[in-house]
Nanobody
């Protein structure tokens, strides 16, 4: 059984940084594309960053491009999302996803999410 657990969220001020982590258990992630999504209150879930298996390709939504970096450590079965220059509009629940394709936004495994709140 594949399980994803996100961590690293919290309450920060505008301009601060956070690093989110997503640790996977139950299966190696070596051949999985991985991604981060977020969902703000009253809005649809939004894809924000993806990294392919092997880590050579990354993709970012325009809303976070230049401020976020996705990375992976397959030995630790962990994917990271470094977020800098946070804005109040980044407030959302952030979800990690595994084994899918970000062009279709379809992934087989999802975490429970971690809350990020950015105060102005």
């Amino acid at each position: 059984q594949v399980q994803l657990v996100e961590s690293g969220g919290g309450l920060v001020q505008a301009g601060d940084s956070l690093r989110l982590s997503c640790t996977v258990s139950g299966r190696a992630i070596t051949y999985y594309n991985m991604a981060w999504f977020r969902q703000a209150p009253g809005k649809e879930r939004e894809f924000i960053a993806g990294i392919n298996w092997g880590g050579r390709l990354t993709y970012y939504a325009d809303s976070v491009k230049g401020r976020c970096t996705i990375s992976r450590d397959d030995v630790k079965r962990t994917v990271y999302l470094q977020m800098n220059s946070l804005k109040p509009e980044d407030t959302a629940v952030y979800y990690c996803a595994a084994d899918g394709t970000w062009n279709t936004r379809t992934f087989n495994y999802w975490g429970q999410g971690t809350q990020v709140t950015v105060s102005s």
